[in-house]
């Protein structure tokens, strides 16, 4: 069990990380685009961002740490 947690931790660091790196990526993610096409509701790809970029890294840190 402790094994399975702690893969799953690496997975989710891994991924995090990827998503935080890719946000920041000007090509990647065009942020003045996004803002054209979403208006008011811009503010919402920083929730979804940091709910799948750093959060997912800090979960995974949390994870793989404890359950190595």
Do not use: Q
């Not at 997975?11 to 935080?20: D, E, F, K, R």
């Not at 509701?41 to 920083?46: A, D, E, F, L, S």
């Amino acid at each position: 069990m402790h094994t399975i947690l702690a893969t799953t931790g690496l997975v989710l660091s891994i991924v995090g990380l990827l998503i935080s790196v890719a946000f920041w990526i000007p090509r990647l993610c065009d942020r003045t685009r996004l803002r054209e096409i979403l208006g008011s509701r811009y503010p919402v790809v920083y929730v979804v961002y940091i709910a799948n970029g750093p959060l997912l890294l800090i979960l995974g840190l949390i994870l793989a740490v404890k359950f190595r």
